[in-house]
């Protein structure tokens, strides 16, 4: 049995089967699963396979179910002579091109580029791109952006495949032409949001640069600003060694033995102005009064309760009160630790 048309063996590749004798494998126009054209066929002039195909063709044409059949595909297909004179095309085809009412056949692009605008521009582009097949005298794949004339534009992957006379005479072109505007509208989109997200990134890389700097600036500030914190630490205490004290002393020897005691309060204040001991005992969380802030600082210093009663011009009995009170707020109550070592070792700068 004699079929004489391309039988599909796989997604790359058809046979020729002639008197149920299978030519060898050659490669089909279309392409394979990845996307990618498959290999290139051979030339198309042998003469048995050429005659064969073509007279097939020929015969399909006669036929109304072959012209149902190409009207059924949405790819746009189309068979020229070798002159480029239109023979068929499938309904998909004319209506792009805005023929479906003309009486396209026997006529070229020159021809038919009178009936609309969109002929015009577009099968001059068409004659163009059917000479290069020809010239290659071999498979042509190429993608072709068409302006509609609503202005939207599509994309074609069109498919060229030139047949010959056994004599390399030109016999016949068949065109084969595929929509893929969704497909390379996501592709334009998608390169469009990775341009955005590369943006994206690229100011966040700057915002962290500029985050750094200012951190930088911050640390030096701060490390200059320690810096003069003790450089005037250092002044205060030179001046108040060198222009109090020497006058507390002077004093001394004319006060009484009560009011030495205050005077050496005023001198250890003195010693330790810029300590952050009082500042510690005024914190909201111990929440001591004054009174306790001012018992704790003359405990520091070691002073009795005795002492502290005649300081503070208070009982004793009420100084116990006070330190019992003291303790309990700062933690130490039913605690054998003694609330000088603690105070010392937990205030004291």
Known sequence: ????????????????????????????????????????????????????????????????????????????????????????????????????????????????????????????????????????????????????????????????????????????????????????????????ESRCCQRLHEEIQEKNELINKVKTTIDVLLERNEAVQKVMEQRIATNLQERILPYLELLRSKLSEKDHYCLDIIATHIDTIGSSFIQDLKSPALNLTPREIQLADLVMQGRTNKEIADLLNISVRSVESYRYSLRKKLGLRNKKINLRTYLLSSFSS
Not at 45 to 57: A, N, P
Not at 165 to 190: C, K, N, W
Request: with cysteine.
């Open 1 to 192: 049995m004699v079929t004489g048309y391309p039988r599909t063996l796989s997604d790359s590749e058809f046979v020729v089967v002639k008197s149920d004798k299978k030519q060898k494998p050659s490669p089909s126009f279309l392409r394979n699963e990845n996307g990618t054209l498959a290999a290139r066929p051979p030339l198309l002039k042998d003469g048995v396979r050429t005659e064969h195909m073509q007279g097939r063709l020929r015969r399909f044409s006669d036929h109304e179910p072959f012209l149902a059949l190409i009207n059924l595909s949405p790819d746009i297909i189309c068979f020229k002579d070798g002159e480029g004179r239109w023979l068929l095309a499938n309904t998909s085809c004319l209506r792009l091109f805005g023929l479906e009412s003309v009486e396209y056949s026997g006529k070229r692009a020159t021809e038919l580029a009178g009936e609309n605008d969109f002929c015009r521009k577009t099968l001059r582009v068409w004659e163009v791109a059917d000479e290069r097949a020809w010239q290659k005298e071999e498979l042509d794949l190429s993608e072709e952006i068409f302006s509609m004339p609503d202005g939207e534009k599509k994309f074609f992957e069109v498919v060229r495949m030139p047949l010959f006379h056994p004599d390399g005479r030109r016999r016949r072109l068949i065109i084969l032409g595929r929509d893929v505007t969704s497909a390379r509208q996501a592709e334009i989109a998608l390169r469009a």
